[in-house]
């Protein structure tokens, strides 16, 4: 059905800047997208969500300000802008998609794409 395969991750130092793509192939696509993000013994959390019909998002507060999610719908890929990155922003980011609702929670997606690494040395 959906295939979600996100890129971009990378190493780079605190303060620099990296952008995620998340490409969907496959008929079937989700009105929402979001990207949540994993760091070695910790779970899974939200970071950013956008609607796919207007563009409405939502953000975690730990990225409010420094990254930016945005869509191109004729490609069908969703971006990640992370700016000013932390150490703590170090993880596995993951795409994901629902039809569900702009939502928080791991459980409402049911499409998560492999994964991408992104570590930021201080």
């Known amino acids: 059905q959906v295939q979600l395969v996100e890129s971009g991750g990378g190493l780079v130092q605190a303060g620099d800047s990296l952008r995620l793509s998340c490409a969907a192939s496959g008929r079937t696509f989700r009105s929402y997208s979001g990207w949540f993000r994993q760091a070695p013994g910790k779970e899974r959390k939200f970071v950013a969500g956008i609607r796919r019909t207007d563009g409405i998002t939502r953000y975690a507060d730990s990225v409010k300000g420094r990254f930016t999610i945005s869509r191109d719908n004729a490609k069908n890929t969703v971006y990640l802008q992370m700016n000013s990155l932390k150490p703590e922003d170090t993880a596995v980011y993951y795409c994901?998609?629902?039809?569900?609702?702009?939502?928080?929670?791991?459980?409402?997606?049911?499409?998560w794409g492999q994964g991408t690494q992104v570590t930021v040395s201080s």
């Open positions: 994901a998609a629902t039809e569900v609702g702009l939502s928080d929670y791991v459980s409402s997606y049911d499409y």
